[in-house]
């Protein structure tokens, strides 16, 4: 069942040596709702996602959980921007993910299966991890998302070696997950189309700071400052 909560970023900084490459004031993302969170190179998606998930330390701030849920039990899922698949079979990558959430073989074996299907992968279901393709093992990192119970789910330009084709069925995967779990999806990407298909918010990021946040087609369509609207000149809507 979809939980009601939102995460509440405050006075986020991270800092390399001397230079700040993150800086949120405040940030307010709500479960039930997909963000697109755009930029340039470097300008600081990566870094967002690596603090909320936990995998980076911030300098300073806090994240805190709003709504009647203990931030313990949010469950949060990360897919990083280089796809790591170890070296076991397809499906044993992928079966990792639930191996403690107590389901019978059974069970396990039918998610597997259908996250493998809902990204296009069950016929190399037991071929090796380190033979896989860019794009293949993205579809992998993705399944082990999918198959996974998650509250929070952060992706870090999830299609970006994938072909067009994959990249459709993946999205459609994830619209699918969302709207089953409710979870807040928080996914970093290049493209505007996929942005627009995906999306219900965007995010901008300029130089580690929100330069613009409200609803993707608003967004894309009206930036407000000078950072957003040089930025999407450059994108073909
Ligand atoms: N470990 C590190 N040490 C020093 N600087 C770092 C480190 N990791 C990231 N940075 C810097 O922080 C800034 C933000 O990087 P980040 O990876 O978050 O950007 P991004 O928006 O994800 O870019 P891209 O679109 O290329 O993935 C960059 O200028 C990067 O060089
Ligand atoms: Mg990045």
Known sequence: MAKQFSVHIDGMKKRYGSRTVLSIDSLMLDAGVTYALIGSNGSGKTTLLRALAGTSKINEGRVGVVGPVERNDVRVGYMPQKAYVFGYTVEKN?????????????????????????????????????????????RVALAR????????????????????????????????????????????????????????????????????QGPVSDVLAHPTSEEGRSFLSYWQL
């Open 94 to 138: 992928v079966e990792m993910a639930i191996a403690s959430s107590g389901l019978s073989r059974q069970e396990s074996h039918k998610r597997v299966q259908s996250a493998l299907a809902a990204v296009g992968m069950e016929e190399l279901a037991l071929a090796r991890g380190t033979t896989l393709s860019g794009g293949e093992a993205q």
């Open 145 to 212: 998302i999918l198959v996974s119970d998650l509250d929070v789910v952060l992706l870090d330009e999830p299609t970006a070696s994938m072909d067009i084709a994959g990249t459709l069925k993946v999205e459609a995967a994830l619209a699918e997950y969302r709207t089953r779990t409710g979870c807040l999806m928080l996914v970093a990407t290049h493209a505007p189309a996929q942005a627009k298909r995906i999306a219900d918010q965007a995010v901008m990021l300029h130089e580690g700071r929100v330069v613009e």
